[in-house]
């Protein structure tokens, strides 16, 4: 099974922290640093022409950092799976991801204005998508661009992404800046704009997806949520209701959600 899964490097530096087992893919010209990887994605899908039936991914330096996922695990996965799926989710965060409606709202939380500058462009898509009423759970968003897909999932990202590149290039409210983590760390809104455009498609769309479980194990983040087992469970069932509620379109699953959502310990971040 064919597979190109690239990790992008900047500088020497960067260069050095690769994994054994991804590809290289040299930015160290970095044009538009301000795009981050999205201008990097961007360019490769522009310059190559994808192949059917092959899994393509771009991942950032900080991708073992952020996930623990070593490359052979990886490329054993879409061995044993790929066949069954065009999608695969490697997503930091799974208790985000299940306990916010969809990562849109959760974007707005950590870079207040992120949800109305996405709604403003995605209105002018034509896609009939109500930003505040989408519902996802873990495997149909991502954080971090942390996917590995075939060619039709990329090319309906490079669409949205082409139309979302000339449209900010036009429209400099969204490069305005915007807190990342702590405050003193500034970044433009555009990137964390640009991020969540694979969940949108994802939401959207017919996919194969497949995605480690990473609810059992995986890392609560302590600023939001309380670490504990009962938190775990609640989290896991937000996330199980949604998924419900996204295959079988009863609202009944919906309300679960917001009766479980209610039940947990949230801390605003920027209270």
């Known amino acids: 099974m064919n597979k190109y899964i690239y990790q992008i490097y900047y500088d020497e530096e960067t260069k050095k922290s690769l994994l054994p087992g991804f590809i290289p893919l040299d930015n160290t010209k970095n044009l538009r640093p301000d795009w981050f990887e999205f201008w990097v994605i ?21 991708f073992y950092e952020k996930t623990g996922f070593e490359p052979q695990f990886i490329l054993d996965v879409i061995e044993n799976y790929g066949d069954k799926g065009n999608v695969l989710l490697l997503s930091p965060g799974w208790d985000q991801l299940s ?22 462009f995605i209105n002018t898509l034509g896609l009939k998508v109500n930003l505040s009423k989408l519902v996802s759970d873990t495997t149909s968003s991502v954080f971090s661009n942390y996917i590995i897909a075939k060619k039709e999932f990329w090319d309906e990202w490079k669409k949205i992404a082409e139309a979302f590149f000339e449209y900010v290039e036009n429209n400099p409210e969204y490069t305005n800046q915007t807190s990342y983590g702590a405050k003193s760390n500034q970044y433009p809104m555009k990137t964390f704009i640009q ?77």
């Open 195 to 271: 991020e969540r455009f694979a969940s949108l498609i994802l939401s959207i769309g017919s996919f194969r997806v497949f995605t480690p479980d990473q609810s059992v194990t995986g890392p609560i983040f302590t600023r939001l949520f309380s670490n504990d087992s009962r938190t775990r469970r609640l989290l896991q069932t937000c996330d199980l209701m949604k998924f419900k509620y996204r295959e079988k379109s009863d609202e009944k699953f919906l309300s679960m959600y917001w009766e479980m959502r209610r039940d947990i310990l949230y801390s605003n971040p920027n209270l």
């Open 99 to 120: 306990y916010f409606l969809n990562p849109f709202e959760q974007g707005d939380v950590w870079h207040p204005g992120l949800l109305e500058l996405s709604q403003k």
């Open 42 to 62: 961007l360019n490769y899908l522009r310059e190559h022409t994808l192949k059917e039936g092959t899994w393509y991914g771009f991942l950032s330096p900080k």
